[in-house]
């Protein structure tokens, strides 16, 4: 699919309150960017800056510039590892400034600057080698010049540029203002692969220190001298209107300056958190019912289940699937079910904005500082040029902070009142109004003929739409493929997030459920909910065909060597097809997005008096291609193993009445440390394309648990989550 | 007026007596290091010691604290065998539980120098972390008890 340019403006007239970023769907020629003659003798004077990505000042330092947000992603050290190994810096020099929000700073994988989609070190990993290379050619050159000897004869190394002959050495920082002069080489030399000094390496982060001290400044963390706090009364079911709040009383407690009502709830201003808070429970809001008043959780799994009979949308046909499931020798039919997960980031939703006399800045924890900016420009209605984004470290981002609408809650606030407001939202709000991981209902029907080979394959399924509130233009003909991907990808999709399984004959239907519940990428998108379909269902077909679940899949991947591969590690390394002890379960798994392959195995015990499942073991093997910082891959596959554990055995939001019920950590619950498994990562050494890995890890955990449980206990469960009541009315089935 | 006594330095600040000491901390002595996590004392996020112990500064009024010494992530000294076991094992990723997750855990070490499995599993079970860094917490720990011991500190 090629690029769909929206006008921003009118998609944010339409969904302000919502969100105006656009996403992934096209492909831009990556190159690093050079900076133009007039930027460039501004900075001469003072520093060497060949392009946008770093600057070498006469005190030695070298300031990487990284587009990209940090949100324990390790993105603020493996950028900067690209640079200083191709500029041949010293890690030492290294310092590192949250890029502006800029067009210049778009990620070539995503043709715009977010940081989702697992794609900031395979997005700028050419385009940031370029620029280093760029810098060291330069310096090379600035040697060489002040030493009246062949470039050849100079090399650079660890900050410093050498004449090979003389053993004269010059530091970057003597070099700076001298190659400063010089022209900027279009197509420098990369450095051979085996000359890598960091990338490849297990760097330390250079983010932690200060998290580890408590200074690192968060959204929540900033504030300026005169700064208001905000609040909002947030309506309590969707589509809900006040039909009363008492301002009089509100603007009564000590503090409160103002009280705004607007589209999104009705917002109090103080001068502190303790008095917005006070001031909002004095507005006292009577609200109508809303929209769906009859909503709630039976509500949506009937209709999203129901839904599945109604015709949809074909999204792929291949083969003659009909004729191939008439001739099948066993034919299996399944229905599963995922429900709406939250994403819960430890920091809240919050926005600093200060809005003034031509003049709008904004210090946000968002995941999209360019979309920060559009909607920001457009609710102070100031030209883009003089609005300000500020990104401060993110308190975890899972997608969540993608969506810009804390934003536009504090650039709204602080345009009314004319100072500078930090807009809280409590737990509650933060549960209650996010847009979650979707619901969505499949149906599968297969038929695999008598040498136990898959020959036929229908999949339907329905799910609310992911790009709605993202890109709206791509939903084309009904079909939304950010809701499909694991199963189905946009026809030219840098991601790859397809299905890998060799099916001759294969048709995937698609419906848009007309749910009123906002729905946003949630780490993995619908990666993790399909994979869980598709890999519990493989199961059920191996165990259809009388086959053992690896060598079933292994089957039906010969054309797929990079998965093919990952499964042979994972069952290499997790001892697969050895006895495991008496009453554990043992299930195996694999999912490849976001061009990275990703297989798991899990062992558990499922308490056949409760329901309860414990899982002992999960070893991962993943092919990301190169590696860039391996100590960062294993904490990342670490923690998406976890969250993805979380929302498989624990996660369902709750709703009643037309709106969310689920409130907090004591209603909604996550994983604990005693739930937390022993986890053993193998990254399976790849000269593959690269491919990212903050999400891979995610997808292959719930089907992995589904089929293990299925191994203990012989109950095949197609709904999440996996808690102990479902296992044991399983069990008892 | 309330007084506070913070990090052996003596505050006093012009609050409501029944504002949570998590805000008092973060909004009036700009110690922000001490995070908002949940506000019902669930996530742990906003950890700090009173008077030795664990705490959950979220849920409690400022007008309890009056007189007890309170220690927020500032306070514990940059070479505590727990920051810079936090550091050698990388554990933190987005970082924002991790204060919290670490005054937990210099408050058990302080009770006691060796924990056990258990006594870690009982100490750190409700403290929440989104990014998943508990495998890490783990290792974290052993370190800082290894640490601790060859210093003959803690």
Known sequence: ?733 | MISLNVNGKNYRVDVPDDVPLLWVLRDYLKLTGTKYGCGIGECGSCTVHINGKAERSCVIPIKEVRGKKIITIEGLPENHPVKRAWIKEQVPQCGYCQPGVMMQVAALLSEIRKPDAERIINAMDNMICRCGTHTRIKKGIKTAVQIARKEGRV
């Open chain 1, 1 to 733: 699919m090629k690029s769909h340019p929206i006008s921003r403006r009118a998609f944010l007239k339409g969904s302000l309150a919502a969100t105006g970023l656009t996403i992934a769907v096209s492909v831009t020629p990556s190159g690093y960017r050079l900076l133009n003659a007039s930027e460039r003798k501004e900075e001469a004077l003072s520093a060497f800056k060949p392009n946008i990505w770093f600057e070498i000042r006469p005190d030695n330092k070298v300031t990487v510039t990284v587009a990209s947000v940090e949100m324990g992603q390790g993105v603020h050290t493996a950028l900067p590892m690209i640079i200083a190994d191709e500029l041949e810096a010293d890690w030492k020099q290294i310092k590192v400034r949250q890029g502006p929000a800029g067009a210049e700073y778009k990620n070539p994988v995503l043709d715009d600057q977010l940081t989702v989609a697992s794609a900031s070190v395979r997005g700028y990993y050419g385009p940031l080698r370029k620029a280093g290379a760029a810098g060291r050619a330069m310096l090379i050159k600035a040697a060489a010049e002040t030493w009246k000897v062949p470039e050849e004869d100079c090399k650079a190394e660890k900050g410093t540029v050498q004449h090979k002959k003389s053993g004269r050495k010059l530091t970057y920082g003597q070099l700076c203002l001298k190659a400063a002069k010089l022209e900027v080489p279009k197509d420098p030399p990369l450095k051979k692969e085996s000359e890598f000094r960091y990338v490849g390496k297990p760097m330390p982060r250079l983010d932690i220190p200060k998290k580890v001290s408590g200074a690192a400044t968060f959204g929540l963390d900033f504030s300026l001298p005169d700064m208001q706090f905000a609040v909002f009364a947030r309506p309590p079911a969707y589509g809900a209107k006040p039909i009363s709040f008492d301002e009089k009383a509100a603007e009564g407690v000590k503090g409160v300056r103002k009280v705004i009502p607007t589209p999104q709830g009705i917002a109090v201003c103080a001068s502190s958190l303790d008095s917005a808070l006070k001031g909002r429970d004095a507005l006292n809001v009577k609200w109508d019912k809303g929209t769906h008043p009859q909503l709630d959780n039976e509500f949506i799994e009937k209709s999203l289940i129901a839904d599945l009979d109604k015709p949809g949308s074909k999204v792929i046909e291949k083969g003659d699937p009909k004729k191939a499931l008439g001739e099948a020798r066993k034919k299996i039919e399944a229905t599963y079910f995922v429900p709406y997960v939250a994403h819960a980031t430890m920091e809240p939703m919050n926005c600093t904005a200060h809005v003034r006399e031509g003049r709008c800045d904004v210090w946000a924890p968002t995941q999209g500082p360019l979309t920060a900016k559009f909607v920001a420009s457009d609710v102070s209605g100031l030209p883009l040029q003089k609005v300000n984004i500020h990104t401060t470290f993110l308190g975890c981002g899972l997608g969540r902070r993608a969506r810009p609408d804390f934003i536009v809650d504090a650039v709204l606030v602080s345009k009314v009142v004319g100072k500078p407001v930090k807009v809280i939202w409590t737990r509650e709000e933060d549960i209650k109004y996010d847009a979650f991981r979707a619901a969505m209902s499949h149906r599968i029907e297969a038929g695999i003929d008598d040498q136990g080979r898959l020959i036929g394959w229908f999949h339907k399924v329905v799910s609310p739409s992911i790009m709605k509130d993202i890109a709206p233009q791509a939903v084309v003909g009904g079909v939304d493929f950010m809701s499909l991907w694991g199963l189905a990808d946009f026809p030219d999709s840098p991601h790859e997030n397809r299905i890998m399984y060799d099916i001759p004959n294969f048709y995937v239907e698609f419906l848009l459920s007309d749910l009123p519940i906002p729905v946003a990428p949630w780490r993995s998108v619908q990666n993790g909910p399909n994979a869980f379909v598709i890999e519990s269902f493989i199961d059920e077909l191996a165990h259809a065909a009388g086959k053992d679940p690896l060598e079933f899949r292994l089957q039906h991947l010969r054309n797929n060597m990079r998965a093919y591969r990952v499964l042979e590690t994972v069952a290499k390394k997790a001892d697969w097809g050895k006895p495991i002890p008496k009453g554990q379960g043992r299930g195996i798994a694999q999912h490849s997005c976001f061009g990275s392959y990703v297989a798991q195995v899990v062992d558990l015990s499922v308490n056949e008096k409760d329901g309860k499942v414990k899982v002992h073991r999960v070893v991962v093997a993943a092919d990301c291609g190169p590696v860039v910082n391996p100590d960062t891959i294993k904490a990342q596959v670490d923690g998406a193993v976890t969250i993805a554990l979380s929302s498989a055995l624990k996660e369902e939001v709750k709703f009643s009445n037309g709106g969310v019920k689920s409130a907090n950590f004591d209603d909604y619950s996550v994983i604990k440390m005693s739930e937390v498994p022993e986890i053993e990562v193998h990254i399976v050494e790849s000269k593959e394309k690269m491919g990212g890995i903050g999400e891979p890890g995610v997808p292959p955990m719930a089907p992995a648990v589904g089929n293990a449980i299925f191994n203990a206990t012989g109950a095949r469960i197609r709904r999440l989550p996996f808690t102990p009541e479902r296992v044991l009315s399983a069990i008892k089935k």
